[in-house]
């Protein structure tokens, strides 16, 4: 056991300072006893008017090596407990949250909890917040187009919707043409990137959409091949009916030198060589734009009536893909039309929008309305209340 120091076993009454030095000499100090030794060091300080008994501020050499070596702890530990714990909320005055040093005007203001802001809470959950949030949007969107583009009156109506906006827009083209605008421009960005390839873009989006969609009801593959063969036969129409336009354009048109249709260049036999030489081809040209967004946006109508039997999970990746696809199909939709109709006012004259039109009709009904319901054909989309199939309702 340590020796006690002479100065100590003079002043036996001094039980409080003798105690944690002795405690000190034997064990470790701790983070507890160092705040109880200085405590002890200053109540016996300020009970004598100095350290040890002696002259005010002599200390002896224990002491002094101990106040040097645990000062910094004791004034934080002075701090610590010189300061009253600050209330949570305010008792009285003041909004709830608002804690008594900030209305007092003191520098410290109130602590906010963890995560109460949205960043917060979004970082905290990794982005899942947002993309719920996504996610909800999305599912307002797709419900919207299903109350718009999957009811049995649009599949009625919308072939005899075109026919209708594309008379009263070649009328006015004729009657009192529309001032230029953006859509005017063949160049614009939906008729550039969308309408100039809108075939590719329904293929690519009613490929997916096809064979989830019907798989989801029957649970087929050999079905869900047959039904996509549907996508075959609409390339094959596509292909053939612009086949047709250009070769009508090339054996009933000329070329020639200005656009106002003056000196014939009969020396160039065909489109591209009068184009090539800086003429003008002048024919019958059909408009491709009003037989494809005909074609294109009554298909994608036939295709999505299928949702009407499509009931999926939320909590399932189908119901994700599915959602986004109707979503994606609907705006293709309306772009079509949109086009459609700044073709029936901008561009074309009257007959050749009719017979663009009448050959979009045509397709349509050719396949939907008459050869699709017979058995031999890629049939139409799976209806339980028709085809009586067996629905999968993809519970694992």
Not at 169 to 187: A, D, T
Not at 206 to 232: D, E, M, Q, W
Not at 234 to 252: K, L, R
Request: proline letters at 5%; charged letters at 20%; aromatic letters at 12%.
């Amino acid at each position: 056991m340590a020796e006690v120091s002479p100065r100590l076993q003079e002043r036996p009454n001094d039980a409080v300072t003798a105690a944690p030095i002795l405690q000190g000499y034997i064990y470790p100090p701790s983070a507890s006893s160092k705040y109880f030794f200085t405590s002890a060091f200053s109540q016996t300080r300020a009970r004598r008017g100095g350290w040890g008994g002696g002259r005010p501020g002599e200390r002896s050499g224990e002491e002094q090596e101990f106040g040097d070596r645990h000062a910094p702890e004791a004034a934080a530990a002075t701090r610590g407990s010189a300061r009253a714990p600050e209330p949570k909320h305010a008792s009285r005055g003041g909004t709830p949250g608002q804690c008594a040093c900030a209305r007092s005007g003191g520098a410290e203001a109130p602590v906010r909890a963890k995560g109460d802001t949205v960043a917060e809470r979004a970082r905290r959950g990794g982005g899942r917040w947002l993309t719920r949030s996504g996610m909800e949007h999305l599912e307002r969107c797709e419900w919207l187009l299903r109350g718009t583009l999957v009811r049995a009156a649009v599949r009625r109506y919308l072939p005899w919707a075109l026919v209708a906006s594309m008379l009263a827009g070649s009328l006015l083209k004729e009657l009192s043409p529309l001032p230029e605008s953006y859509l005017s421009n063949k160049r614009n960005v939906l008729n550039m990137y969308f309408v100039k390839v809108a075939w590719a873009w329904t293929f690519c989006l009613l490929l997916p959409f096809i064979a989830l969609t019907n798989y989801h009801l029957t649970g087929k593959a050999g079905l869900v091949l047959r039904r996509l063969s549907t996508l075959l036969v609409g390339t094959a129409i596509w292909y053939i009916c612009t086949s047709i336009f250009s070769n009508i354009e090339h054996y009933t048109g000329s070329c020639y030198q200005s656009p106002a249709l003056e000196g014939v260049r009969k020396e160039h036999q065909s489109k591209q060589q009068c184009h090539q030489e800086g003429g003008f081809w002048h024919g019958f040209d059909i408009s491709g734009h009003s037989f494809l967004l005909t074609f294109c946006a009554l298909m994608i109508v036939e295709e999505m009536s299928v949702l009407h039997e499509v009931k999926t999970d939320r909590s399932h990746c189908l119901h994700t893909a599915i959602t986004t696809l109707v979503v994606a199909l609907g705006i293709l939709t309306f772009i079509w039309v949109l086009m459609f109709l700044c073709t029936a006012v901008y561009f074309h004259n009257l007959s050749q929008k009719v017979f663009g039109t009448l050959f979009g009709l045509l397709s349509w009904y050719g396949t939907y309305g008459f050869w699709y319901p017979k058995a031999f054909s890629p049939g139409l989309p799976p209806q339980s209340c028709s085809l009586n199939l067996k629905q999968d309702s993809y519970k694992k």
